[in-house]
Protein backbone atom coordinates (compact mmCIF):
# COMPACT_ATOMS: atom_id res chain seq x y z
CA UNK A 1 0.00 0.00 0.00
CA UNK A 2 1.58 3.41 -1.05
CA UNK A 3 1.93 6.03 1.90
CA UNK A 4 -0.55 8.96 2.22
CA UNK A 5 1.30 11.60 0.95
CA UNK A 6 -0.58 15.08 1.13
CA UNK A 7 -0.83 14.99 -2.48
CA UNK A 8 -2.76 11.48 -2.20
CA UNK A 9 -5.27 12.39 0.11
CA UNK A 10 -5.95 15.75 -1.79
CA UNK A 11 -6.66 12.97 -4.35
CA UNK A 12 -8.85 10.69 -2.38
CA UNK A 13 -10.84 13.94 -1.03
CA UNK A 14 -11.36 15.25 -4.98
CA UNK A 15 -12.32 11.86 -5.60
CA UNK A 16 -14.86 11.00 -2.69
CA UNK A 17 -16.44 14.43 -3.78
CA UNK A 18 -17.03 13.61 -7.50
CA UNK A 19 -18.64 10.24 -6.27
CA UNK A 20 -21.14 12.00 -3.91
CA UNK A 21 -21.66 14.46 -6.72
CA UNK A 22 -22.15 11.18 -8.85
CA UNK A 23 -25.02 9.85 -6.32
CA UNK A 24 -26.78 13.21 -6.33
CA UNK A 25 -27.01 13.06 -10.12
CA UNK A 26 -27.66 9.44 -10.85
CA UNK A 27 -30.72 9.39 -7.49
CA UNK A 28 -32.23 12.59 -9.05
CA UNK A 29 -32.39 10.99 -12.64
CA UNK A 30 -33.29 7.46 -11.67
CA UNK A 31 -36.12 9.61 -8.64
CA UNK A 32 -35.90 6.96 -6.18
CA UNK A 33 -32.66 5.57 -4.65
CA UNK A 34 -30.54 5.51 -0.90
CA UNK A 35 -28.67 9.10 -0.94
CA UNK A 36 -27.71 9.49 3.36
CA UNK A 37 -25.72 6.36 3.35
CA UNK A 38 -23.97 6.97 -0.06
CA UNK A 39 -22.93 10.08 0.83
CA UNK A 40 -21.71 9.10 4.17
CA UNK A 41 -19.86 5.96 3.07
CA UNK A 42 -17.98 8.25 -0.35
CA UNK A 43 -14.67 8.48 1.90
CA UNK A 44 -14.43 4.53 3.22
CA UNK A 45 -15.13 3.28 -0.94
CA UNK A 46 -12.21 6.05 -2.16
CA UNK A 47 -10.08 4.81 0.10
CA UNK A 48 -10.80 0.83 -0.37
CA UNK A 49 -11.04 1.31 -4.11
CA UNK A 50 -8.31 3.82 -4.89
CA UNK A 51 -6.15 2.99 -2.15
CA UNK A 52 -6.63 -0.05 -0.04
CA UNK A 53 -7.74 -3.00 -2.18
CA UNK A 54 -5.38 -5.46 -4.02
CA UNK A 55 -7.14 -5.72 -7.28
CA UNK A 56 -7.35 -5.18 -10.81
CA UNK A 57 -10.59 -3.58 -12.61
CA UNK A 58 -9.21 -4.73 -15.57
CA UNK A 59 -9.73 -8.77 -14.42
CA UNK A 60 -12.45 -8.55 -11.96
CA UNK A 61 -12.00 -12.13 -11.30
CA UNK A 62 -8.40 -12.46 -10.22
CA UNK A 63 -8.37 -15.09 -8.02
CA UNK A 64 -6.10 -13.07 -5.63
CA UNK A 65 -8.33 -9.97 -5.08
CA UNK A 66 -9.13 -8.49 -2.07
CA UNK A 67 -12.82 -9.48 -1.59
CA UNK A 68 -15.46 -6.74 -0.89
CA UNK A 69 -18.78 -7.82 0.11
CA UNK A 70 -21.23 -4.94 0.45
CA UNK A 71 -24.04 -5.93 3.21
CA UNK A 72 -26.05 -3.07 2.91
CA UNK A 73 -27.00 -3.28 -0.78
CA UNK A 74 -29.33 -0.23 -0.91
CA UNK A 75 -26.58 2.09 -0.70
CA UNK A 76 -24.86 0.64 -4.52
CA UNK A 77 -25.21 3.98 -5.88
CA UNK A 78 -22.42 5.05 -3.77
CA UNK A 79 -20.55 1.27 -4.80
CA UNK A 80 -21.34 1.89 -8.11
CA UNK A 81 -19.96 5.27 -8.56
CA UNK A 82 -16.65 4.09 -7.17
CA UNK A 83 -16.14 0.95 -9.62
CA UNK A 84 -16.97 3.00 -12.62
CA UNK A 85 -14.13 5.55 -11.35
CA UNK A 86 -11.88 2.58 -10.71
CA UNK A 87 -12.23 1.14 -14.20
CA UNK A 88 -14.69 -1.63 -13.98
CA UNK A 89 -16.80 -0.26 -16.52
CA UNK A 90 -18.07 3.21 -18.41
CA UNK A 91 -18.65 6.17 -16.43
CA UNK A 92 -21.74 7.21 -18.44
CA UNK A 93 -23.22 3.94 -17.43
CA UNK A 94 -24.04 5.66 -14.49
CA UNK A 95 -26.89 7.50 -15.82
CA UNK A 96 -28.64 3.84 -15.79
CA UNK A 97 -29.68 3.45 -12.34
CA UNK A 98 -32.48 1.93 -11.76
CA UNK A 99 -33.64 2.10 -15.32
CA UNK A 100 -35.36 -1.02 -17.07
CA UNK A 101 -32.45 -3.35 -17.94
CA UNK A 102 -29.66 -1.69 -16.50
CA UNK A 103 -27.09 -3.86 -15.15
CA UNK A 104 -26.83 -1.19 -12.20
CA UNK A 105 -29.72 -2.97 -10.38
CA UNK A 106 -31.47 -0.90 -7.00
CA UNK A 107 -29.47 -3.50 -5.41
CA UNK A 108 -25.92 -5.56 -6.36
CA UNK A 109 -26.66 -8.05 -8.34
CA UNK A 110 -23.62 -10.69 -8.73
CA UNK A 111 -22.81 -11.90 -12.13
CA UNK A 112 -24.08 -8.85 -14.07
CA UNK A 113 -21.78 -6.33 -13.11
CA UNK A 114 -18.10 -6.41 -13.06
CA UNK A 115 -16.31 -5.79 -9.06
CA UNK A 116 -19.76 -7.06 -7.59
CA UNK A 117 -19.04 -9.86 -5.23
CA UNK A 118 -22.08 -10.65 -3.90
CA UNK A 119 -26.18 -9.99 -4.49
CA UNK A 120 -27.67 -8.51 -1.55
CA UNK A 121 -31.01 -7.11 -0.36
CA UNK A 122 -32.21 -9.05 2.86
CA UNK A 123 -29.82 -6.85 5.26
CA UNK A 124 -28.31 -8.93 8.05
CA UNK A 125 -26.93 -11.28 5.47
CA UNK A 126 -23.78 -9.20 3.63
CA UNK A 127 -21.09 -10.33 7.17
CA UNK A 128 -22.56 -14.09 6.62
CA UNK A 129 -21.17 -14.23 3.02
CA UNK A 130 -17.80 -12.38 4.07
CA UNK A 131 -17.55 -15.19 6.67
CA UNK A 132 -17.64 -17.98 4.24
CA UNK A 133 -15.62 -16.25 2.21
CA UNK A 134 -13.39 -15.54 4.30
CA UNK A 135 -13.54 -19.52 5.99
CA UNK A 136 -13.03 -20.87 2.13
CA UNK A 137 -9.74 -18.51 1.45
CA UNK A 138 -8.26 -20.03 4.75
CA UNK A 139 -9.00 -23.60 3.60
CA UNK A 140 -7.79 -22.74 0.26
CA UNK A 141 -4.63 -21.07 2.26
CA UNK A 142 -4.70 -17.88 0.20
CA UNK A 143 -3.67 -14.91 1.53
CA UNK A 144 -6.36 -11.65 0.32
CA UNK A 145 -8.33 -9.71 2.76
CA UNK A 146 -12.28 -9.87 3.20
CA UNK A 147 -13.85 -6.77 3.50
CA UNK A 148 -17.65 -6.67 5.04
CA UNK A 149 -18.94 -2.66 4.77
CA UNK A 150 -22.73 -2.95 6.94
CA UNK A 151 -24.72 -0.51 8.54
CA UNK A 152 -25.54 -0.21 12.11
CA UNK A 153 -29.21 -0.58 11.30
CA UNK A 154 -28.82 -3.95 10.01
CA UNK A 155 -27.37 -5.08 13.38
CA UNK A 156 -31.31 -5.38 14.41
CA UNK A 157 -31.27 -8.60 12.34
CA UNK A 158 -30.96 -12.02 14.07
CA UNK A 159 -29.05 -13.80 11.52
CA UNK A 160 -25.97 -10.79 11.60
CA UNK A 161 -25.22 -11.67 14.97
CA UNK A 162 -24.83 -15.49 14.20
CA UNK A 163 -22.23 -14.51 11.43
CA UNK A 164 -20.74 -12.28 14.29
CA UNK A 165 -20.77 -15.23 16.89
CA UNK A 166 -19.42 -17.45 13.93
CA UNK A 167 -16.93 -15.12 13.15
CA UNK A 168 -15.12 -15.12 16.07
CA UNK A 169 -15.73 -19.10 16.80
CA UNK A 170 -13.82 -19.30 13.73
CA UNK A 171 -10.88 -16.62 14.27
CA UNK A 172 -11.28 -15.16 10.64
CA UNK A 173 -8.41 -12.89 10.97
CA UNK A 174 -8.31 -12.63 6.99
CA UNK A 175 -12.16 -10.49 7.47
CA UNK A 176 -12.54 -7.01 8.05
CA UNK A 177 -15.66 -5.57 9.02
CA UNK A 178 -16.48 -1.67 8.99
CA UNK A 179 -19.81 -0.74 10.34
CA UNK A 180 -21.20 2.95 8.98
CA UNK A 181 -22.26 4.17 12.73
CA UNK A 182 -24.19 6.90 11.11
CA UNK A 183 -26.91 6.22 13.73
CA UNK A 184 -29.91 6.62 11.08
CA UNK A 185 -32.13 4.12 9.63
CA UNK A 186 -35.48 4.17 7.96
CA UNK A 187 -37.43 4.95 10.65
CA UNK A 188 -35.46 7.09 12.98
CA UNK A 189 -32.37 7.25 14.91
CA UNK A 190 -31.06 3.88 16.21
CA UNK A 191 -30.63 4.44 19.47
CA UNK A 192 -34.75 5.32 19.46
CA UNK A 193 -35.95 2.44 17.02
CA UNK A 194 -33.71 -0.64 18.85
CA UNK A 195 -30.46 0.59 20.87
CA UNK A 196 -27.67 -0.77 19.71
CA UNK A 197 -25.34 0.90 22.82
CA UNK A 198 -23.13 -0.61 24.12
CA UNK A 199 -22.32 -1.06 20.45
CA UNK A 200 -18.47 -1.81 20.38
CA UNK A 201 -18.55 -4.02 23.95
CA UNK A 202 -20.78 -6.38 22.19
CA UNK A 203 -18.22 -7.11 19.13
CA UNK A 204 -15.53 -7.95 22.00
CA UNK A 205 -17.61 -10.01 23.92
CA UNK A 206 -17.96 -12.18 20.63
CA UNK A 207 -14.12 -12.57 20.26
CA UNK A 208 -14.17 -9.39 17.57
CA UNK A 209 -10.99 -6.96 17.38
CA UNK A 210 -12.82 -3.59 17.51
CA UNK A 211 -11.13 -0.13 16.12
CA UNK A 212 -13.31 3.07 15.79
CA UNK A 213 -12.43 5.61 13.87
CA UNK A 214 -14.03 9.21 12.14
CA UNK A 215 -15.19 7.46 8.77
CA UNK A 216 -14.86 10.48 7.34
CA UNK A 217 -11.06 10.53 7.93
CA UNK A 218 -8.98 8.86 5.40
CA UNK A 219 -5.51 8.93 7.66
CA UNK A 220 -8.00 7.00 10.29
CA UNK A 221 -9.45 4.56 8.10
CA UNK A 222 -6.28 3.75 5.97
CA UNK A 223 -4.33 3.24 9.67
CA UNK A 224 -7.25 1.24 10.82
CA UNK A 225 -7.29 -1.02 7.89
CA UNK A 226 -3.83 -1.59 8.15
CA UNK A 227 -4.02 -2.27 12.19
CA UNK A 228 -6.55 -5.03 11.37
CA UNK A 229 -4.15 -6.69 8.88
CA UNK A 230 -1.86 -7.19 11.67
CA UNK A 231 -4.31 -8.70 14.08
CA UNK A 232 -4.18 -13.12 13.70
CA UNK A 233 -5.90 -13.99 16.54
CA UNK A 234 -9.21 -12.27 15.66
CA UNK A 235 -11.71 -11.05 13.05
CA UNK A 236 -11.75 -6.88 13.21
CA UNK A 237 -14.63 -4.42 13.37
CA UNK A 238 -14.08 -0.89 12.33
CA UNK A 239 -16.28 0.93 13.60
CA UNK A 240 -16.65 3.77 11.63
CA UNK A 241 -18.58 7.35 12.85
CA UNK A 242 -19.71 8.81 9.87
CA UNK A 243 -22.85 11.90 9.57
CA UNK A 244 -25.68 11.07 7.36
CA UNK A 245 -25.48 13.06 4.01
CA UNK A 246 -22.17 14.16 4.26
CA UNK A 247 -21.00 17.06 2.42
CA UNK A 248 -25.08 18.64 1.75
CA UNK A 249 -26.23 20.44 4.53
CA UNK A 250 -29.92 20.41 4.05
CA UNK A 251 -29.41 16.24 4.19
CA UNK A 252 -26.67 15.66 6.86
CA UNK A 253 -27.97 13.80 10.20
CA UNK A 254 -31.90 13.47 8.67
CA UNK A 255 -32.60 10.42 8.78
CA UNK A 256 -35.28 11.26 6.38
CA UNK A 257 -33.25 11.51 3.68
CA UNK A 258 -32.21 7.37 3.85
CA UNK A 259 -34.37 6.96 1.05
CA UNK A 260 -36.72 10.20 -0.69
CA UNK A 261 -37.01 11.59 -4.00
CA UNK A 262 -35.45 15.46 -4.55
CA UNK A 263 -38.22 17.95 -4.74
CA UNK A 264 -37.17 20.19 -7.82
CA UNK A 265 -34.33 22.67 -7.02
CA UNK A 266 -32.78 20.26 -4.61
CA UNK A 267 -30.20 18.02 -6.43
CA UNK A 268 -29.24 20.94 -7.74
CA UNK A 269 -28.57 22.38 -4.51
CA UNK A 270 -26.71 20.05 -3.52
CA UNK A 271 -24.28 19.70 -6.38
CA UNK A 272 -23.87 23.44 -6.16
CA UNK A 273 -22.46 22.82 -1.99
CA UNK A 274 -20.32 20.02 -3.77
CA UNK A 275 -18.52 21.81 -6.47
CA UNK A 276 -17.80 24.25 -4.21
CA UNK A 277 -16.61 21.67 -1.78
CA UNK A 278 -14.73 20.92 -4.23
CA UNK A 279 -13.08 23.85 -4.96
CA UNK A 280 -12.21 24.43 -1.26
CA UNK A 281 -10.30 21.17 -1.50
CA UNK A 282 -7.98 22.25 -4.05
CA UNK A 283 -7.14 25.54 -2.66
CA UNK A 284 -6.40 23.91 1.12
CA UNK A 285 -3.49 21.99 -1.08
CA UNK A 286 -2.04 24.53 -2.88
Not at 248 to 264: C, G, I, R, T
Request: aromatic fraction near 8%; proline fraction near 5%; glycine fraction near 8%.
Amino acid sequence: MESLTEKKLESLALMATRLREDVIRMVSRAGSGHIAGSLDMADIFTAMYFHILNHDPKHPDWPDRDRLVLSNGHICPIQYAALAHAGYFPVKELDTLRKLGTRLQGHPHRGVLPGVETTSGPLGSGLSQAAGIALAARLDKKKHRVYCLTSDGEHNEGNYWEAVMFAGRNRLSNLTAIVDRNNIQIDGFTEEVMPLEPFADKYRAFNWYVLEIDGHNFEEIVAAVAEAKAIHEQPTVIVAHTIPGKGVDFMENDYLWHSKPFKPGEAEHALAELRTLRGKIKSEHQ
